[in-house]
């Protein structure tokens, strides 16, 4: 059985560009969110390393630590990050992971167990490590998100989720379609209503089973 929501994400211990870690460690009390890519110097995942880039201060503002995985070595990565920040106009300030062994893909359930780098190899030999994971402070995976090599990812959907994650995080909650940091959320149908009036104050029935209240937040 492969990793699942809920799932506490394995632990181990690798090298960055930045040093060595391990992973549990490194998130202590955080928010983290893993992003994965199958090899260095590749033009989509180039522009998505910059879009989190970019976005460096929307990660702090949500006590969220980013941290990237490329199956290529520590040194590729720090030579591909001086493209990245060349690109995004931003600077790469978060640590990737070096996957060469493909440890950490097959442990995410990214790869196969058999999976191994061929002599010459291309991104589309390890094509499936292009996912996102977003974890709680408590080590357990909240999101996972598994992109094709042709679309690149978008990281503002990334920033929504985490937003949701954070609002509904052990809380009878939920969030709707589309839904934006401000707007009403959802009761969850393990309240009754009266409890449901009891714990958040005005509840608004849209329908017997649907009912919201304001953005706790």
Partial sequence: MGLRINDTVPNFTAETDQGTITFHDWIGNSWAILFSHPKDFTPVCTTEFGAVAQ???EWEKRGTKVIGLSVDGAEEHVKWKSDI????????????????????????????????????????????????FIIAPNK???????????????????LRALDALQTTYETPIATGANWVKGQDVIVALTLSDEDAKQKFGNVDFKLPYLRTIADPS
């Fill in 85 to 132: 920040s060349g690109y995004a106009g931003a600077e790469a300030g978060f640590p990737i992971i070096a996957d060469t062994s493909l440890e950490v893909s097959k442990a995410f359930d990214m790869l196969p167990a058999d999976a191994y780098l061929p002599d010459g190899r291309t991104a589309a030999d390890s094509a499936s490590v292009r996912s996102v």
């Fill in 55 to 57: 976005l460096a201060k």
């Fill in 140 to 158: 357990k995976v909240q999101l996972i998100m598994t992109y094709p090599m042709s679309v690149g990812r978008n990281f503002a959907e990334v």
